[in-house]
């Protein structure tokens, strides 16, 4: 069974960054699309991040754009998401979750992480 561990959500003034991390097992993880998804209290999850497999292609939520990268480590099986000027718009629970088609479909994904939570201050 796969299994996705989240780390390094935290606290965070605005303007600040951090980067957090996403330890996958139990699955050929190359193999895999991984998302970074975020729900914010009150509000429906949504995604933020994308990584394809095969041909690695990044898609971003259009608020994160240029603000946000996430990267993938096939030999650690880990996946980073880097978060820079971050505004308490961004406070919420993200989470990581894995697919074995191509891209990141909220429904689609095969296994999903419990989530880190991400607070950011004014």
């Known amino acids: 069974e796969g299994q996705l561990v989240e780390s390094g959500g935290g606290l965070v003034q605005a303007g600040g960054s951090l980067r957090l991390s996403c330890a996958a097992s139990?699955?050929?993880?190359?193999?895999?699309?991984i998302g970074w998804f975020r729900q914010a209290p009150g509000k429906e999850r949504e995604g933020v991040s994308c990584?394809?497999?095969?041909?690695?292609?990044?898609d971003y939520l259009d608020s994160v754009e240029g603000r946000f990268t996430i990267s993938k480590d096939n030999a650690k099986n880990t996946v980073y998401l880097q978060m820079n000027s971050l505004n308490t718009e961004d406070t919420a629970v993200y989470y990581c979750?894995?697919?074995?088609?191509?891209?990141?479909?909220?429904?689609?994904?095969?296994?999903w992480g419990k989530g880190t939570l991400v607070t950011v201050s004014s």
């Open positions: 979750a894995a697919s074995d088609g191509y891209g990141c479909y909220e429904f689609g994904m095969n296994y």
């Open positions: 139990g699955f050929p993880f190359e193999d895999y699309s």
């Open positions: 990584i394809s497999h095969g041909d690695g292609r990044k």
